[in-house]
């Protein structure tokens, strides 16, 4: 019995990088595994595609999760405004606008210790992203894990 196996890198799209892995049993394919890395911190696509992306599609899955964690959803628009500037109202209007994350976070005053926000998501260190608005989405992404988690609300709003 022999067994060989092969690695590769692939770049199937311009936002990921791909392992497959190949091993040969007895001359037949006798596993295929396709493991996908997204590099989002170099990605002018991926920017694009989060500068594009309608807020308020996204809003409802931020409450959602919130919510099934026990938190509520004024403790997320606590959060939100923390980070952005908008009180409900202001926020109710650009969903009912249907901005998108480039004119939402373009509207937005973003908050001076917004910076002090580290840490992981998405596999990627916020602070290090290089886009300015995914960077700020990113943000937002990870205050929402953070409420979600159970994190006090002192430590989410870094004061």
Known sequence: MTR???SRWVR???DTISI????FWQKEVYLYC???IYTMATSSTHDQRIAKMIF???YPHYVEKVVKKGRTEEELQEVIQWLTGFNKKQLEAL???KVTFETFFERAKLNPNAHLITGVICG???????NPLTQKARYL???VDELAKGRKMEKILRT
């Open 4 to 6: 060989n196996c092969c």
């Open 12 to 14: 199937p799209y311009a």
């Open 95 to 97: 969903i009912a606008e």
């Open 56 to 58: 308020g599609s996204v």
């Open 34 to 36: 396709t493991i996908s």
């Open 20 to 23: 497959i892995e190949v091993i």
């Open 141 to 143: 992404d990870k205050l």
């Open 124 to 130: 990627y260190r916020v602070e290090e992203i290089e």
